[in-house]
């Protein structure tokens, strides 16, 4: 096969944006009905932010940027609350605190309407690599492993926390992905164990 040929290297994804204000108006609007209806409706929120629809997508982006940065929100929320409370420490606390996140999520009743009535969108606001929820939870988790853990000898911080995210995300959607019952405690076992 010939250089020009050969099929072109594998691209890293986009960074998505810099994570909205907390302050931002149209976030606190969009986590408002988020948590009010398990989904956001462009239309009602530009009205309800005073700005025009074509506004609304030019400052921040389509609907599963939006819906993903309001979740985003919320997680940082529970994290914060979450996070203190875990008693572990290394690969145990990063379980621990994995686990916590995933099953405050199973209990959101807008999650749970969002994952039910969208199911298509919430797999892909949540796991796609272009998406603001996974980029920001393996960021995250990177540099919670480098705090508990340490750098490791034989990959990196950041593979790790991939795998992780991926970790949670296939045992937390396992119904929708194969169609078998989500297992929030068989993920927290298998992201230990990858982590020892």
């Known amino acids: 096969m010939s250089p020009s040929q050969a099929s072109p290297a594998p691209q890293a994804p986009p960074e998505p944006p810099a994570p909205l204000s907390p302050d ?4 606190r609007a969009a986590v408002a009905m988020f948590r009010r209806d398990g989904w956001i409706d462009a239309r009602a ?6 700005i025009g629809r074509a506004t ?16 985003w929100s919320i997680a940082t929320e529970e994290f914060a609350r979450v996070h203190p ?22 209990r959101l009743p807008a999650m749970r ?3 039910a009535e969208h199911a ?23 540099q919670l492993i ?12 950041a593979t790790l926390a991939y795998a992780v995210t991926r970790v949670g995300e296939s045992f ?25």
Do not use: N, W
């Open 45 to 50: 929120l530009a009205q309800e932010a005073g």
């Open 172 to 196: 937390y959607y396992r119904e929708l992905i194969t169609g078998e019952p989500a297992d929030i405690a068989a993920a927290a076992v298998v992201i230990r164990r990858i982590l020892r």
């Open 113 to 115: 309407r969002f994952v």
């Open 146 to 157: 480098r705090t508990e853990i340490g750098e490791p000898e034989d990959t990196d911080a």
């Open 24 to 27: 931002d108006p149209v976030l």
């Open 120 to 142: 298509d969108t919430a797999l892909k606001v949540m796991t796609s690599r272009d998406g603001v929820m996974q980029h920001r939870m393996t960021s995250t988790l990177t």
């Open 56 to 71: 609304l997508y030019r400052r921040y982006g389509d609907r599963d940027r939006l819906l993903g940065e309001a979740i």
């Open 85 to 106: 409370r875990c008693r572990g420490r290394g690969a145990d606390g990063i379980a621990e605190l994995v686990h916590a996140l995933l099953h405050t999520s199973a």
